[in-house]
């Protein structure tokens, strides 16, 4: 069917086809947001192996769906199509014969779809993490994703699920997924629901209002929002990350204030400088997925990288009086507060506007223009250039061991630190604004 021909279940409802892990092959999530301006989380529905999203999740009984009881609750709600269900392409080994290919829709396949649009949601919306209701067959890509990226999963909700059973004494041993039962076990919060007179397919029957409910308290449990707006206090033994729109209390910390400079660059600009350092999509999710890692290790970075500026005397130089050539040391605390406040501002991720001229802001404050202003600092008045570029790489290549430090894979912790790699060369492109002339930059 043509794009502009798919029909819209609400007037409200968004349609979004992004490019999935194969080749050429576009997948579809339709989304409808809550009508509060600040949701209280984002949810990704994965179908099963009959239903597409608008049959389940968004069908209507009586003017009303699941997907409506969970906008009412607040959540902005998503609804993801495998490859051949709904609209999304279909692979083109459907229209061969049977045998002529390996099956289709493996665990593994319906992943990577899956991670596809875990990566597109989270940067679409700005969220930090979301959570997953998965039906049926679905389950088993649900529950795949979480392990490999754990931090980007708020709660996950399993409905008629593969569940553990012994095999008939006639038929052989199947190896059991141990470890999905394990995480289940271990879990601190969790809950095993059931409802009576409900089947496999409960979410079309009678008893489907308290599928909805169960879904939601659990949804809801343990905190009042799980936004990247709203201030949440952990649920999963986990750190969460400080929201990006309730800056902290930090002297000569401004951002978003009217007093931060204005960025000379536009947001299409800066559009276009992200493409040229390669900087996408899972580029912010790995930088989100870094702040539940680099959260704990804050202090420790700072350690690191304030005993590299104190062990160079060129370096050493920007923090001390030039008059008595020792460290002031009331301007050299008030930085080191916002340098770490800067890792976490980095890591969340939310490169919009405000961001953009706070950039505009700190390339100031190294720069001749605004140095030692803002905490009437004693110091040399300008950082050179050199060293404010040369210095990045001091920054970012300790940060490795940290990034590893939560049990993630190797591959995981590369994409983390890549991430910060072109997140740290744009930013650093950003602050020598002031440095070049007019039309050079």
Not at 68 to 83: P, Q, Y
Not at 238 to 260: L, N, Q
Not at 325 to 353: H, I, N, P
Not at 428 to 435: G, I, M, N, S
């Amino acid at each position: 069917m043509p794009r502009d021909l798919t029909p819209q279940l609400d007037l409200r409802e968004e349609h979004h086809w992004i490019a999935g892990p194969r080749e050429s092959l576009t997948l579809f999530l339709r989304r409808l947001k809550p009508l509060q301006d600040e949701p209280a989380g984002v949810v990704l529905y994965v179908h099963g192996a009959t239903f597409p999203s608008a049959l389940s999740i968004a069908h209507r009984f009586e003017g009303f769906s699941w997907r409506d009881a969970l906008c009412a609750a607040g959540f902005d709600v998503w609804g993801l199509d495998f490859h051949g269900f709904g609209e999304s392409d279909a692979s083109p080994d459907m229209s061969e014969a049977a045998d002529a290919h390996p099956p289709l829709g493996s665990a593994e396949d319906a992943e990577a779809q899956l991670e596809a649009a875990l990566r597109f949601e989270l940067a679409r919306t700005g969220a930090l993490r979301l959570s997953i209701i998965a039906h049926s067959w679905g389950g088993m890509p649900a529950c795949r994703v979480p392990a490999a990226h754990p931090s980007s999963i708020e709660r996950l909700v399993l409905f008629a699920p593969i569940a553990r059973r012994a095999s008939p004494r006639y038929q052989p041993r199947v190896a059991l997924p141990a470890w999905l039962f394990d995480a289940f076990s271990a879990a601190s919060d969790k809950r095993d629901v059931k409802i009576s007179r409900a089947t496999h397919l409960m979410h079309l029957e009678t008893m489907r209002h308290a599928l909805y409910s169960e879904s939601i308290a659990f949804l809801l449990a343990g905190t009042t929002s799980h936004s990247q707006n709203t201030q949440t206090e952990p649920t999963h033994g986990e750190r969460v990350m400080t929201p990006a729109d309730e800056k902290p209390h930090i002297p000569g910390y401004d951002f978003g204030s009217p007093s931060v400079a204005k960025s000379p660059i536009t947001m299409e600009e800066w559009e276009a400088l992200k493409k040229s350092a390669f900087f996408s999509e899972d580029d912010v999710v790995h930088l989100r997925l870094s702040h539940d890692v680099l959260a704990d290790h804050v202090e420790d970075l700072l350690t690191v990288w304030r005993g590299i500026i104190f062990d160079h005397p060129h370096l050493r130089a920007y923090d001390e009086n030039p008059q008595t050539g020792e460290v002031d040391t009331a301007y050299a605390t008030a930085v080191k507060k916002r340098f770490g406040q800067w890792v976490l501002d980095t890591a969340s991720a939310k490169y919009d506007k405000q961001w953009l001229d706070y950039q505009y802001e700190i390339g100031l404050r190294h720069h001749r223009t605004k140095k030692n202003r803002t905490d009437g600092g004693h110091t040399l008045g300008h950082i050179r250039a050199r060293d404010l570029l040369a210095f990045c790489a001091a920054i970012v290549t300790p940060m490795k061991p940290y990034l590893a430090s939560k049990g993630h894979s190797a591959e995981i912790v590369n994409r983390m630190y890549d991430a910060w790699w072109k997140s740290m060369i744009l930013q650093a492109t950003l602050w020598v604004q002031p440095y070049i002339k007019d039309g050079d930059f």
